[in-house]
DNA sequence: TAAATAAATTTACGCGCGTAAAATTTAAGA
DNA sequence: TCTTAAATTTTACGCGCGTAAATTTATTTA
C-alpha cells in the first residue's frame, strides 16, 4: 500500500489511469464497466486504499444506496433478531442498512422516519408499533419513500405488508393443545401494542367454535411493552383467584408466556406434560428466552427467515423497478409449531 | 404551512429575510446569532417546513455531527438497553446516533468501525467485543477518531474507558453469599468473549483467598454468544455429576445463570433461599430477564445510567476540545446488590 | 453622542462527486 | 478489413452548503 493519501476521485483516477467519470460509473456498478478496466482500478484499489466520499456521493446521486430499517422496540430480542437477519440481506444487496428502534414511542417513530428522510433513503422496512402509531404521519412518509411494512400490519402503511399468519399459527397450536389435552383459554392484554395480538384473538374465538368449544378470553391490565412484567402480574392475579377456565392456558405471545410461567412458578403451581403437572401453558413467537423458561415454552415460531428475505426482495424490486407498486398486497408465513416442555 | 417547496438554504434564506450565511450559522449553532434574527429564522421554519441537506452538510463541516455506537451484541437485552440509553443521551446533546452491532464477529466488528469512517463521525462510543477483537485494528481506528471505550476495556482502545466496577461488585456478592450462607463456587466460561469475565474471576479467586476459602472454578466449554445454551448444557453436566464443592454457585454472569436455573429446573433441583432448596445461584449484570427466571435471579447490577452518562460526556468533552485526552484514564462504578429469590 | 464591539451581510470560492453531451477509442461481428 | 455497437474519455456544469474576508449595520459601553 503506498502511502501517498489519495483526497478525492480525481486523484485515484490519475493513479488508476481511468477517466474520472468512468471511476464514478465503477463505484455506481463495477459491473458496469469494462472487465479490463475494473481491474485496473481494482488493482489501483489495492495499491492506495482510496473510498469515495459518500456524503457527496449522496448529494448527486438520485438515489442513495441508504436503506431504513425501523422496528418498534430492539432491546426486545425478538426485533433485534430479525432486524439482524434483515441487516444482512440489505448489505449483501449492496446498501447500508440504518437500523432504527422506536422504543415503544409512536413520537420517536415519527421522529425516526422523519430522520430517515433526511437521509434520502432508497427505501424503508417498517415494523410499526402499531395501535398507538401515528398512521397518518406514517402514510405520509410512505407517499415520499419506498416503504415495506413488515410484522405488524397496517393498512394504508407501505406497498406491501410481509408477516406471520397469526391466523394459521394461532389454529394450528389450538389442534395441537386441543387433541393432546383439552381446549385452551386465551390469555391476552386487553389493550395490546401490537395489532399482531388482535388477529390471534379473532382466530382463537372462530377456531373454538368451530371446534365446538366454548372460547375464554382472559385479559390482562396494562399498557406499554413492559410485557413480561404485566403477564407476572395478571398471571399471579388469574392464578390467586383459582379462576382459570381451563387448565391449558394459550399465551398471545412469549413475552406474555415468560411473565405467566414465573407467576406459576412463585405460586407453586407445577406446569407442563407429566402426571404430576396441573397446567399447561403455551405461547406465540418462538422468542429467543422461550428455550430458557421453566419448564421449557411451547410455542409457534415465525417464519423469521423467509419474512426477512421476502421484505428486503419486495423493497429491492421497488427500489429498482423505480415505481410504486399498483396495489398493496401482503405475504402471510406460515408458523412452525415448537414442542417443548410446557404444553 | 405554505405549499411552495423549500429547494435550498438559498430559497429558505429569501423567505426568512436573512442571508444564506447567517442562516448556516443558524443551522451550525442557533445560539450563534442575535435572538432577533433567531426568531425570525424560526417562524420561517414554521412556515415553510425547511430542512438543509445533510449530505451537503457533512460534505463541508469540519467535524460532523455524527457520533458512532458500537455493541457487541445486539440481540442482548442488556446492549439494547445500554444502547439505547446512550442514544438517548446522545440525541439531546445534539449529534445523530449511528448504532451499529457486530454480532459478536470480529470482522463485522472492523467492517463497522470502517463504515463510521465512512461518514466522518465527531466521534464514537466502543463496546468491543474484547479478547476476539482485532486490536491492531480498533487502535487504528482511534488514531483517527476520538473514541470513548466502554462496558468491556482493551488496553489501548479509546482515549478513556467508562464501565463496571467488577471487583468491587464481585466482592460484594461473595461477601452477601458468604455471610448468608456459606462461600459459592464460581461458574463461568472456559473460553469467555468478553473481558470483564476475567476480572470477576479473579476478583473472585482473590476475595475468596483474603477471606480464608478455597476458591473453587468451574469452567464450562463452549465458545460464542449463545451463552445461555452454555450455561444450560454445562450446568446440566455439572449438575447430574452431582460433583459441585459447594451448594452456592455464583455465575459469571446473569444469561450464564439464565441457563444454569434451566438446567436445575430440568434436573429436578430446587434453588433458591427456602428450607426445601438445596442450591442457591447467583448471577452478575442484572439481565433484563433476570427477574424473570424461576426462581427470580438475585444478581449485581451495573449502574447503567452512570456508565452512559459518563461515556457520552467524556466524547463530547474531547469532541468539544478538539484535543485528545494527556493520558488514558478509566471510570469504574460500583455494582448494587439485587437480592431476590435465587440465593 | 461618539466610540467600541458584536452581529449580519455581501461576495466569492471550494468541497467531492453525479451526470449529460459530444468526441473518441475499443471490441465484436460480418 | 470494414461496419457497428459498446465502452470510454473529454468537457463542462451543477448539487447544496461551509466558510473566509471585507463591508455594513446594530447594539452596547463610556
Redesign the interface.
Known sequence: MSDRKIRNMEEFAAVSGISRPTVSKYFNDPASVRASTREKIETALKEHDY?P????M??NRKLTKNLGIVVPY????FF??I??RIEDLVISAGF?P??L?S?GDAKLEVENLD?LL???PAGVLLAPLGRISDTAAIERFCREVPTVNFDANIDGVGEAFVGHNNAQATEMMLEYLTRTGEPPAFFEMKSPPNPNANKRRTAYVETMERMGHTPHVIQAEGEGWDI??IG?REGARVLSQDSLPSRTVFCSNDRLA??F??AA??AGIKVGLGDDCVLRVAGHDNH??S??????LTTVSHNYSAIATKSVETVMAMIESGERAPERNSTLFDGELIMR?SA
Do not use: V, W
Not at 466520499?53 to 457527496?56: K, P, T
Not at 430492539?74 to 430480542?77: T, V
Open positions: 473510498r466520499n459518500i456524503f457527496a449522496n448529494q430492539l432491546a426486545d430480542p433485534a433478531g432486524a439482524r447500508r440504518i437500523l428502534s422504543h430522520s433526511s437521509i434520502k413480561e412484567e407476572f415468560i411473565g410461567l414465573a412458578y412463585e429467543p428466552f428455550r430458557y423458561t421453566c419448564p421449557t416442555a
